[in-house]
């Protein structure tokens, strides 16, 4: 008998038919004589519609308040969830994040988790019911109040559960077969991975992979929690993802082609999350980069890509470019703005139609010519390549927004990633 914990996303419940699917698939769980413990996401598209309501409102919503209402929409689901169960004749108890002993920092819209307490939880396992957590959400203790851990989050609340719970490994549900070489959405020649390293799933997932969220992924590499990446839909036996130490169940072992070396290329992730910002005309002394990078950390913003062009010498300027999240962009806009005549730029460009292409492997690092595959596939396609980062195992670059999806079809073609057959998605909206 094992404890495991499952994750069910908005796609995977998003009506009354789909709930009941999911109460079958926990419900044979409990009957091959496990444990079962799941957190669960609001309904379908519920948390982007309670946004929508949000903005209706108010254009600028009290971070306290949009907690409360986002959070409301993981309780839907696992009230209707656990009475899903009830009437298949089964024992089952929901408990929202709070209840569940899910202690975070204070930040609301991404708190992090700080402390897992799950008492009450352990007591419903022991009476020998299936727990149902609410994801996505927590407590804080200095403030009393609910927090959210962010789009995504409820992947983080399963991963936090199998390690406080010591759970054999913590299944992640949603409308694909696993993990794939790249988004199928995007990519329909998409391959399923059977295993990815944590290292490389972080790198996917930071650059757009929303299959994981990346709190999740790094919890889990840090408590040394198994996820297995897998759908609601099918059978499959999903992705699992390894981190250092792990080995893959004996099962997926076998079904490995057992490749002589790793690939070098584990998959490309695509985004279209992000901005663009120009500051043009920047004296370029020492210390404007300095102030600038300042403003824009001041205004919160999560600056990604930098680049400074060469200065004109006639005119003793440069351009700084820097990319972040979209909803970042208006706030930086406006400090930088602000602050235009003591930095002393000449204009401001907001550029919002950008699309962000990343290739991620491990054995970059031990093989050249990784980077000259990526622009050679870029330039067969005729797509310009606006700014390039890299870091030891990923290259990024930057293109059009309309360029992207075709990109990342070519240049996942070029490193030989195409599998035989279409990807499937069964379910969910993209959103
Ligand atoms: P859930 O609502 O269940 O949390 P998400 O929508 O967050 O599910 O994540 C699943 C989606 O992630 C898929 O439908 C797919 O479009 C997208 N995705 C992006 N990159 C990948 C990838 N490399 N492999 C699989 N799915 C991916
Ligand atoms: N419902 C939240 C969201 O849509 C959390 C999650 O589903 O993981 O982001
Ligand atoms: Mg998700």
Do not use: W
């Not at 890509?305 to 406006?334: H, W, Y």
């Not at 980062?389 to 930057?398: D, F, G, H, N, Y």
């Not at 927004?401 to 379910?427: P, S």
Request: hydrophobic residues 45%; aromatic residues 4%.
């Amino acid at each position: 008998m094992a404890l495991i914990v499952q994750k069910y996303g908005g796609s995977s419940v998003a009506d009354a038919e789909s709930i009941k699917r999911v109460a079958k698939r926990i419900v044979d769980t409990r009957r091959a004589g496990h444990d079962v413990v799941v957190a669960v996401s609001a309904m379908g598209d519920t948390t982007d519609e309670l946004l929508d309501l949000a903005h209706q409102v108010a254009p600028i919503s009290a971070p306290r308040e949009l907690d409360m209402l986002l959070s409301s929409g993981e309780r839907i689901s696992m009230a209707l969830l656990a009475m899903a169960i009830h009437s298949m004749g089964f024992e089952a108890r929901s408990f929202t994040g709070s209840q569940a002993g899910m202690i975070t920092d204070a930040t609301h819209g991404a708190a992090r988790i700080v402390d897992v307490t799950p008492i009450r939880l352990r007591e419903a396992l022991d009476e020998g019911a299936i727990v149902i957590v609410a994801g996505f959400q927590g407590f804080n203790r200095d403030t009393r109040d609910i927090t959210t851990l962010g789009r995504g989050g409820s992947d983080t609340t399963a991963v936090a559960l199998a390690a406080a719970l010591e759970a054999d490994v913590c299944e992640i549900y949603s409308d694909v077969d696993g993990i794939y070489t790249a988004d199928p959405r995007v990519v329909p020649q998409a391959r399923k991975l059977d295993v990815v390293s944590s290292e490389e799933m972080l790198e996917l997932a930071a650059n757009g992979a929303k299959v994981l969220y990346i709190r999740a992924v790094e919890y889990a590499r840090r408590h040394g929690v198994m996820i297995n990446a897998r759908s609601t839909f099918s059978s499959g036996q999903g992705t699992f993802v390894l981190s250092p130490g792990m080995t893959a169940p004996a099962s997926i072992a076998r079904t490995q082609e057992s490749p002589m070396e790793e690939p070098i290329v584990a998959g490309v992730a695509t985004d279209l999350s992000q901005a663009k910002i120009t500051v043009i005309g920047v004296p370029d002394v020492p210390g404007k980069a300095a102030e600038i990078f300042k403003i824009v950390a001041k205004s919160g913003a999560n600056v990604d890509m930098i680049v400074q062009n060469v200065s004109a010498a006639a005119t003793g300027r440069t351009d700084i470019s820097f990319t972040l999240p979209k909803t970042d962009a208006s706030l930086a806009l406006r400090a930088l703005a602000a602050e235009q005549v003591d930095v002393g730029f000449e204009s401001l460009v907001h550029d919002d139609q950008i699309g962000k292409l990343s290739v991620v492997g491990a054995g970059m690092r031990t093989h050249s010519g990784v980077s000259a595959t990526l622009f050679e596939a870029l330039s067969t396609a005729g797509v310009n390549i606006e700014m390039i980062s890299t870091s030891e195992i990923r290259i990024s670059v930057v293109v059009r927004g309309d360029d992207l999806a075709g990109a990342a079809r070519v240049v996942h073609t070029a490193y030989g990633l195409d599998g035989d057959t279409e990807a499937v998605v069964y379910a969910g909206t993209g959103r």
